[in-house]
Structure formats: structure tokens, C-alpha cells
């Protein structure tokens, strides 16, 4: 998401200077499944009920979908969002509806312009998708990934990597609700909030206590891993809860858990390496797994900052 590209620069430059220093690789097969003809790049990525791939980019307020199992497919627009030029975060919170971030990111000073988070429903139940807004963040910073509760779609979690905190939609959780942990990618599994923190490197998570809908943490951060030869961004879980983290400049990394269920998790890397040097993988953003088939559902979508969607195939 947008830390890396707009925000953490001088940590990934300092990143790539100890490069390829610690995590070991079993190569993941991955193919580039379609590139932007201009490398407009990709934020963040969804997929849709019938396998179409939902796209944001943080240069556009348009939507876009994608579908990876034509060859040759189009990127076609969905929904271009008032009063914004860049989307971010985008989850399906209830079947076949999703929330998508839009804001107002200043292209010069790459800050997003205060007041203009407006996080909106994209409802396709409709033949014709139908857009509405869910809220605003009026005094967030910036707006990057964005998770849902399991079992309270309605309760919306959203990262501001600026500010260092997580907002619930209209509610600021920063201090003492959840502590300041300057998220970038977030995911809520078996009541824990999983995170990356790109400046810090880390992967951890949060155990959630949820009253009355409101968030807080249950306990302390836990660390599971460092990703010491990169900038983690986004992840996806898989079915046996292996998390797929997406690392700049240039990596895939598999997060696995230990046996025992406590501890650091092991870490691999799938695709790419550390140096960035894999035009198969160039600065990777957002992570998604198809849906569908069986076969879909091992399938692993990658976007990319230069406008790439790598398919990668997680079952091998
Ligand atoms: C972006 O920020 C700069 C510096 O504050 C300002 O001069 C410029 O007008 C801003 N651009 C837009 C489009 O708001
Ligand atoms: C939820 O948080 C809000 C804002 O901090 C507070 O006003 C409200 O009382 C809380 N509700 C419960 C049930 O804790
Ligand atoms: C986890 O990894 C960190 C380094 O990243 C290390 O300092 C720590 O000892 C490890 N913890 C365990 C329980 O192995």
C-alpha cells in the first residue's frame, strides 16, 4: 500500500543496502498476467464473486476489474468516485459487496489532503453496481488497508500509516484502544488483528477485544517475525493460515506459523528475492486470492507498483 511508495522511500533504500541477508526461498511458480500499458500502478486488490479481480490505484479514483482467467484481458473501469484522485484499501465486507477508500492524495507532497477519506460501499448484488457512502475520516492522516470483523462486517477497521493508528469507521482507536502500531497491510483472523509495519519491518499481531462494537486491544503486540531484508506491505491468508506477505522492493515472502502455536513464524521467500532485481515482481503492493474453484482459491493475485498482476501459485 501507499507507505512505501509515498512514505518509507529512505527506509527501503537503507532495506536494500543489507539485502538478502536472511529469509531462504522455495520458488512459488508465478506468471505476470497482465501489465498496464503505462505501469500506472496498482494499490490494492479484491476478488469478486465470479473471480474478477477488483483493482485501486492510488493515481486514479476509478475502480477497476480484471479478468484473470481470459488471456489477453482488459482493465475495465467499474466506478470512478467523486471528489477524489486515489483509491487505497478495498475488502469485501458482506458477499458480493465491498468498501473502497477514496481520498485526495496530493501528488507533490504525497499527503493525503485532510478530510477527504470517504470510505464507500460498492454494492454488485445490483446488475449495475450501486455506490454509497459508509463514512468519513474526517481526522485520519491517511488511509491504507482497511479489514472487517469476522462475524461484524459492519465493523470496519482502516490503517492510517501516518498517524500510526487504526480507526474504526468514525471512531478514532489510536490511544489507549489500540496501540499506536503504524500499519500498513491488516487482516482480522481468530480475533487477532494481523499486521505489517513496513518502517518497523515487522509482521505481529493484536488480540481484539470487541464490546458494544467498539475495538480494543486484549492484550499486548505480539511479534511474529521481522522481515529483515525489506518493507512489508500487504498480506492474504491462505486455508491453512500461512500468511503471503507482500515485501519491497521486490518479494513474496510466506509467514508460517510454528507448530506450537507461539513464537516468531518462519519466513521463506516464494517469489522474487530481496534485491528487487525479479521483473516478474517489481515493488509488490496488494494481495488477494481468487475465488470460485478450488483451483482459484490457491491462486494468489499480486499487484504491483509498476502496474503488474502476477499470478502466483501457492499450491506447488
Ligand atoms: C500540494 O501541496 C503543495 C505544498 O503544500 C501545495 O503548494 C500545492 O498547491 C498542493 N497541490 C494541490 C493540488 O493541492
Ligand atoms: C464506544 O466508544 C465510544 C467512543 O469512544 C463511546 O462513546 C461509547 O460509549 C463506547 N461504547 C461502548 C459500549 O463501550
Ligand atoms: C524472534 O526473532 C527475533 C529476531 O527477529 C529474536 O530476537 C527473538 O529471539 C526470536 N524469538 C524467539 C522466541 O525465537
Known amino acids: 500500500m501507499?507507505?512505501?511508495r509515498f512514505l518509507s522511500f529512505s527506509v527501503l533504500v537503507a532495506v536494500q543496502a543489507k539485502a538478502g541477508i536472511s529469509r531462504t526461498s522455495k520458488s512459488f511458480p508465478s506468471q505476470v498476467i497482465f501489465q498496464t500499458p503505462d505501469s500506472f500502478f496498482f494499490e490494492n486488490i479484491a476478488v469478486g464473486?465470479?473471480?474478477?479481480?477488483?483493482?485501486?490505484?492510488?493515481v486514479s479514483p476509478t475502480l477497476f476489474s480484471l479478468d484473470p482467467t481470459t488471456v489477453d484481458a482488459t482493465l475495465n473501469p467499474v466506478h470512478t468516485f467523486p471528489?477524489?484522485?486515489?483509491?487505497?484499501?478495498?475488502i469485501e465486507y458482506r458477499p458480493n459487496m465491498f468498501v473502497v477508500i477514496a481520498s485526495i492524495i496530493n501528488v507533490t507532497t504525497r499527503q493525503w489532503t485532510p478530510g477527504s477519506i470517504v470510505v464507500w460501499s460498492v454494492d454488485f448484488t445490483a446488475t449495475t453496481p450501486k455506490?454509497?457512502?459508509?463514512?468519513?475520516?474526517t481526522d485520519a492522516e491517511a488511509a491504507n488497508g482497511i479489514t472487517a470483523l469476522p462475524g461484524q462486517p459492519d465493523t470496519l477497521l482502516i490503517s492510517d500509516s501516518i498517524a500510526g493508528a487504526v480507526w474504526q469507521i468514525n471512531t478514532h482507536l489510536c490511544s489507549p484502544?489500540?496501540?499506536?502500531?503504524?500499519?500498513?497491510?491488516?487482516?482480522?483472523?481468530?480475533?487477532?488483528l494481523?499486521?505489517?509495519?513496513?518502517?518497523?519491518?515487522?509482521?505481529?499481531?493484536?488480540?481484539?477485544?470487541?464490546k458494544g462494537g467498539n475495538v480494543t486491544a486484549a492484550r499486548a503486540v505480539e511479534k511474529l517475525g521481522t522481515v529483515e531484508?525489506?518493507?512489508?506491505?500487504?498480506f492474504a491468508f491462505d486455508i491453512q493460515g500461512r500468511a503471503w506477505v507482500t515485501v519491497h522492493p521486490g518479494a513474496l515472502a510466506l509467514f508460517s506459523p510454528p507448530a506450537s502455536g507461539r513464537g516468531n513464524w518462519t519466513q521463506l521467500t516464494a517469489v522474487g528475492n530481496a534485491d528487487g532485481t525479479d521483473p516478474g515482481l517489481i515493488q509488490p503492493t496488494g494481495a488477494a486470492f481468487g475465488c470460485g474453484s478450488p483451483y482459484q482459491e490457491t491462486i494468489l493475485y499480486?499487484?504491483?507498483?509498476?502496474?503488474?498482476?502476477?499470478?502466483v501459485d501457492t499450491s506447488a
Do not use: C, K, M, W
Not at 518497523?200 to 488480540?207: A, D, I, K, T, Y
Open 229 to 234: 531484508d525489506g518493507g512489508p506491505d500487504d
Open 83 to 90: 471528489n477524489a484522485n486515489a483509491l487505497t484499501g478495498i
Open 2 to 4: 501507499l507507505s512505501h
Open 49 to 58: 464473486a465470479s473471480s474478477e479481480l477488483l483493482l485501486t490505484s492510488a
Open 302 to 311: 499480486v499487484t504491483t507498483d509498476v502496474g503488474q498482476v502476477v499470478a
Open 177 to 192: 484502544a489500540l496501540p499506536a502500531l503504524g500499519i500498513n497491510g491488516l487482516h482480522v483472523r481468530d480475533a487477532y
Open 131 to 137: 455506490v454509497h457512502v459508509l463514512g468519513g475520516l
Open 194 to 210: 494481523y499486521f505489517t509495519n513496513s518502517q518497523q519491518q515487522l509482521f505481529g499481531r493484536v488480540p481484539l477485544a470487541v
